[in-house]
């Protein structure tokens, strides 16, 4: 298989709640009006505490400096598995669980850190840019590693990273963060390009003026439901995280969905904010759940990592990470 090296130099910022009206003129430029941009990459998502944007330096451009903003301190890079060749957002999706262990595993094994975004056309695995040579030297036994430059793939030199290399020992990674299950569950979907001008004032409602708000038939729902919602343009292709009465809200036909209708439960991963630092968390995650076999999407956040899997399978999910719980929940 093929891993592609994105040409995207990456910034990975919050929007606290009570300041999205100060960047909404430039996120819905960067959403609706992505000819009047050079971005390449965007994606926005909503958690119950704020927004985390996964922005190119182009699209950095149209957010404005303000308190609100707080922006990780390091340029990241995406890497992008590919099977079978072909462009990175036109190829079937590996799913997290596919390269838990042949990509995610390998990168927490060497002390490298991992920002997860999956999307309904596939997954991408954010380094910081200080850690691609490491990364690629890692990775370069598995895959063939090829950078994406000018929209064309090209060999990727190995970055001079040849000396001491010491293949680490494999360690089972307990989980060390408490986990928790929302009650709502979830939509992964994609819609034609040609038709978001159909949905935009949807969209912008859902992303930016609805948050907190139930439909009157939730209104008994328990404190288990959470305001979660992911939008994400790269490279042309749109993809959607919403939870099912978000879709609801959609004409009929304009939602790519998968013949059964899938719906997903998701796993939020953090008691206190993860930060960026330490290393392993997807990982700790994937691993058990390649091992069960179970498919799922990932999404880290700047505050929390969330896990979407199918809804048929949530408590086998629960119970094959619990096994690997060190925190007693």
Request: proline share 5%; hydrophobic share 40%.
């Amino acid at each position: 298989m093929e891993l592609h090296i994105l040409e995207h130099s990456l910034k990975v910022a919050s929007i606290a709640k009570e300041g999205i009206q100060i960047c909404t003129h430039g996120l819905i430029k960067l959403a609706f009006l992505p000819s009047k941009t050079r971005c390449k990459f965007f994606s926005l998502t909503e958690t119950p505490e704020d927004y985390t944007i996964i922005v190119d330096e182009e699209g950095f451009k149209e957010l404005p400096e303000s308190e609100h903003l707080s922006v990780a301190d390091a340029t990241w890079l995406a890497l992008n598995v590919v099977s079978g060749g072909g462009s990175s957002s036109s190829s079937q999706p590996i799913g997290v669980t596919k390269i838990a262990k042949s990509v995610i595993a390998p990168l927490a094994d060497h002390n490298i850190s991992v920002f997860m975004l999956s999307t309904y056309q596939t997954d991408f695995i954010l380094v910081r840019e200080r850690d691609l040579p490491m990364a690629m030297h890692t990775l370069s036994s598995e895959f063939t590693l090829l950078r994406v430059v000018n929209g064309e793939t090209v060999a990727a030199n190995s970055l001079g990273v040849t000396n001491g290399f010491v293949k680490p020992k494999m360690v089972q990674r307990p989980i060390i963060h408490p986990l928790s299950s929302p009650s709502n569950m979830f939509c992964v979907t994609s819609l034609n390009p040609d038709t978001l001008p159909t949905v935009a004032t949807l969209l912008m409602d859902v992303m930016f003026y609805s948050s907190g708000v139930k439909e009157p038939s939730m209104a008994t729902e328990d404190s288990g439901h959470i305001r979660f919602f992911s939008f994400s343009l790269i490279e042309g292709y749109i993809s959607l995280v919403m939870d099912e009465q978000t879709t609801r809200r959609f004409p009929n036909n304009v939602l790519f969905t998968s013949a059964s209708g899938e719906l997903w439960k998701m796993v939020r991963i953090g008691g206190q904010p993860l930060g960026f630092d330490e290393c392993g968390i997807v990982a700790q995650i994937s691993e058990p759940l390649a091992t069960a076999d179970i498919p799922a999407y990932y999404i880290s956040t700047f505050k929390f990592d969330h896990a979407l899997v199918p809804e048929e399978n949530i408590q086998s999910v629960i119970g094959a990470l619990r096994t690997n719980d060190s925190t007693g929940q």
